[in-house]
C-alpha cells in the first residue's frame, strides 16, 4: 500500500454515505451494550452461557469466517487467479464443515470443553496443551492484525487520515463491544454483519456483471486478458497453486489445500468451533457448521467474480498493469491486487449505496478481528491463565481477566497489522500461517482421536515437529533455495507439516507408554459409547430438515455439482 497516493484511490462518499455509517456504529455499539446485561458468569462471557439458536450460531459461524481477509483476499485471489479460487470454498471449506457438523461436534460438545487446547489438555495431557494454547494465542493475534491493516486502509481511503491513526481507531471500537458483551455481543453482530455484507456485495456484482455484457461478457474479456481462458476453469488450478505439471496441481489441491489446510483449519480451529459450542444443544451444534455451509459455497459468486470484473474493467488493474502485477511490480499502477474490490465500488455504485458497500467492508473486518480477539481471551484465559499461572481462583475475577485480555490482545494487534502491510496479496500471507500453526494441529488431533494407543508425549513432539517441518518449507522458499510461486509454498507446507508430525507421533507413541483406557472414554472414537454421541430429536430439535445428515448430503450433492459446472 506504499504508492496508494499516485491511484486514485480516495472514495467519493458524501454526507448519505457518512450518516449511513454512523448509524450502523451505533447500532454495533448498542448490540454490545445489551449482550452486557445477560453476561453475570465467565462462561455467559466466553461461551454466551451455551444457549443460542442453530441459525444464530449457523450465520456466526460463517460471518466469523467472513472476515476482511476472506472478503479482500478472495476477491484480491479472483483478480490474480480467476475461477480457480473458488476451491477455497468448495474444496477448501465444504467437505470439511460438514465433517466438523457430522463426526466432530459430538465429541466437543458432548465432552463439555470450552476450547479446542482444553480438549488436547485432556486427551494428551499439559505439555500438548501448553504448546497448542500459545501457538493458538500468537496465530490469533497475528490474524487480527491483518484484519486490523485492511480496516485502516479502507478508513484511509475514505477519509484520508493516517493508516496508524485508522488502525487505532478501528481497534477501539472492536474492542468496545468484544469487552462488553463478550461471545454472545460477538456473535449477535456477526449475524448483523453477515447481512450487511451480502446486502453490499450482491449489487456490486449484478452491477458489475451488467457493465461488461453479463456472464459471456466477462468470460470474453477473461480470456482475452493476461492469464488467460485458464481462469476461467476451476481445475486444474496451475496458477493458484505454482506448479506446471496438472496432476500435481490437482494432487496439491486435494491433499494440501482440500485435505490438510482445509480440514485442519475448519475441525480445530477455535475460532469456529466457539460459535457451534454456544449453541443450545448438541442437534444445534452439530448443525451449526452445516447451516453455515449453505451460504458458504454460494460466496465464491459474489466475492471471486467482483474480483475477476475488477481484473478487465478497473483501468490499474487492467492490461499492462496486470501483466506487471502478475510478475510481482506494482510501480506500474500503484494499485496492487488488494484493492481490487475498493477500485470496483469507486467505479461503480453511486452515492447511498457507496455508503452500505463500505459499511458491508467494515463489518467483514469487524466480525473477523472480533472472531480473533474472542477466541484468543478464552484461550489465554482459561487455557494458559487459569491452567498454569492464577488456578482456583472465583469466577468473577476471571471475567474482569478476560476483558483485560481483550484490551491486551488488541494492543498487540495493532502492532502485528504492520507485520501484514508487508504483503501484496494477503491470501498468502494467511495460508503461510495456517501451515504452520494449524495443518500440524490437525494431524495431532485425528490421530489423537481415532487411534487409541497415541501416547501424551508424542501429542507434543508431533505438534512442534510439525510446525519445525512448515516453517522450514517456508524458509526454502523464501530463500529462493525452492522455487515455490503461487500458493503453492503453503500447500507444501501444510502437506510436510501433516506428514512429519504424524511419522514423528507414531514412532514416539512406540517407544512411549499409552494412557490407560478408563481415562480416555469420551476423548477417543472407539472407547465413547454410541448414546452419549446421539443428539435428542425431540421438541426443538424435531422434524426432517433439522436431521445434521440430511443436511449434510444435500450440501454435498450441491458442492459436487459446482465443482463439475465450472
Known sequence: MHVLAEANLRLDANAIDYVLLAFYFVLVLGIGYLARRQVSSSLDFFLSGRSLPAWVTGLAFISANLGAIEVMGMSA??????????????????????????????????????????????????????????????????????????????????????IWVSVILAAAIVLTYTALGGLSAAIYNEVLQFFVIVAALVPLTVVGLYKVGGWQGLVDKVSGSPGGADQLNSWPGNQLTGFGDN????????????????????????????????????????????????PKMLIPFIVIIPGMIAAVTVTELMGENKTALLAGDPSASGADFNDALLLLMRDLLPNGMLGIAIAGLLASFMAGMAANLSSFNTVFTYDIWQSYIKKDKPDGYYLSFGRLVTAIGTILAIGTAFIASTYSNLMDYLQQLFSFFNAPLFATFILGMFWKRMTATAGWTGLVSGTLAAIGVFLLAETGAWDLPGQGASFIGAGAAFVVDIVVS??????????????????????????????????????????????AGIVLIITIVLNIIF
Open 247 to 294: 496432476f500435481l496441481s490437482v494432487l496439491g489441491l486435494v491433499f494440501g489445500l482440500g485435505f490438510v489446510l482445509s480440514f485442519g483449519y475448519w475441525t480445530t480451529n477455535f475460532v469456529e468451533v466457539q460459535r457451534a459450542m454456544a449453541s443450545k444443544s448438541m442437534s444445534a451444534a452439530r448443525r451449526t457448521p452445516i447451516i453455515g455451509a449453505f
Open 77 to 162: 485471489n479472483g483478480a490474480q487467479y480467476g475461477l480457480p479460487t473458488a476451491h477455497y470454498f468448495w474444496i477448501g471449506a465444504v467437505p470439511a464443515m460438514l465433517f466438523l457438523g457430522v463426526v466432530m461436534m459430538p465429541f466437543y460438545y458432548g465432552s463439555k470443553v470450552r476450547s479446542v487446547p482444553e480438549f488436547m489438555r485432556r486427551r494428551f495431557g499439559k505439555p500438548a496443551h501448553l504448546v497448542n494454547g500459545i501457538s493458538f494465542a500468537v496465530a490469533q493475534i497475528l490474524i487480527a492484525g491483518a484484519n486490523l491493516f485492511l480496516l485502516a486502509t479502507v478508513v484511509n481511503l475514505l477519509l484520508g487520515w493516517p
Open 506 to 551: 507414531v514412532a514416539v507413541t512406540y517407544a512411549t507408554r499409552p494412557k490407560p483406557e478408563a481415562e480416555l472414554v469420551g476423548l477417543v472414537y472407539s472407547l465413547t459409547p454410541k448414546n452419549t454421541r446421539q443428539h435428542s430429536t425431540t421438541g426443538d430439535d424435531a422434524g426432517w430438515y433439522r436431521k445434521p445428515g440430511l443436511l
